[in-house]
């Protein structure tokens, strides 16, 4: 039996005003807010730049920004000292002293979990920038008594993500100690799952000397020999957008250097204090998806790529965020 004209052109006027199945799947991705930093040549935060200066891919398909701005708002910051035997007096010195600088910098309404690996006695509940600045300047002249000559730092990285669970916008991650870990029980592929699952920023610097371990007048032009590359924590770090940086103690001791050191933590707590928050939406992903991000036309904005500073992976952005068993 045919239709009527008539009916042929209500039919065709009912399914035009249907969505078609991409618009609907589309309607039904999911939403993702992270943080970005964007910093020039001298690592200032770059602050003015609009939705559309970001370019970003998501798997390899390019997607677009709905939304972005500079998030101000209050932070929360998991410090964790390292103060094993394995750590000589003179990082030590250094691990309070620069920790105690950059806490300086916090805002009042940003709060602290504070962590000392090695110590027998570490607080449990989030303190303000005040109470962790006072933590910090009395264990300056008072290091805590340790008999641990492990490094438990994926042990207290987990505890770091327990202590910040369930996680916020912006939440950090600072290390000061060494690179390598000794004696975790804790599985390193799941602490990294687990800080990028809960869209987790890490940073961490060091006061021992890198390269310390190579073969005396090795020539740094050179490929580094088997087992100097990154470690763990460093890829960990890498995959978050931030770095483990290296600053050792003879260096920091030549005139000059700690006032320069210091600007710089100054800048890394601007870093996470006044992130990016991009958000993504109307895309759909599984499981670990590979992000990419780029701010057109850098030389006008004085950003170079490795300024650029974003989860290197993205999960399931709907999905419940993990606390960690």
Known sequence: MSLSRASLTLCLAI?????????AQQA???SCDFPVVVADFNNRLVRDLATADFS?????????????????????????LDASRNIPEDEWKLETETAASFAENARPKDLFAFLVIGAKDTEGSLLSSGEVEERLRQLEGSRPASSEGSERIY??????????APPQFGDAIFLFGHHEDIGSTTNPDHMLDLVLRNR???????FADRLAKLPAGYDLNKPL?????????????AETGYYFSFHNVRSLNYPGQMPLFKNFLSDLYAWIAEPYRLRLSGF?????????????????QKVHRNGIHYPRFLYPCDAPLEKAP
């Open 15 to 23: 399914y035009s005003l249907q969505p078609s199945k991409t618009f």
């Open 28 to 30: 039904a991705g999911q």
């Open 56 to 80: 970003v891919r998501l798997g390899e398909v390019p997607r677009t920004v709905s939304n972005s701005s500079v998030d101000s708002g209050p932070k929360r910051v998991a410090i964790i």
């Open 155 to 164: 042990d207290a990285v987990l505890d770091a993500v327990n202590r910040l």
């Open 200 to 206: 987790l920023r890490f940073y961490a610097i060091s």
């Open 225 to 237: 020999p088997k087992g100097f590359g990154r470690s763990k924590l460093e890829l960990l770090s």
């Open 284 to 300: 759909d992903i599984k499981n670990k998806t590979a992000l990419e991000i780029d701010v057109k036309n850098l030389d006008t």
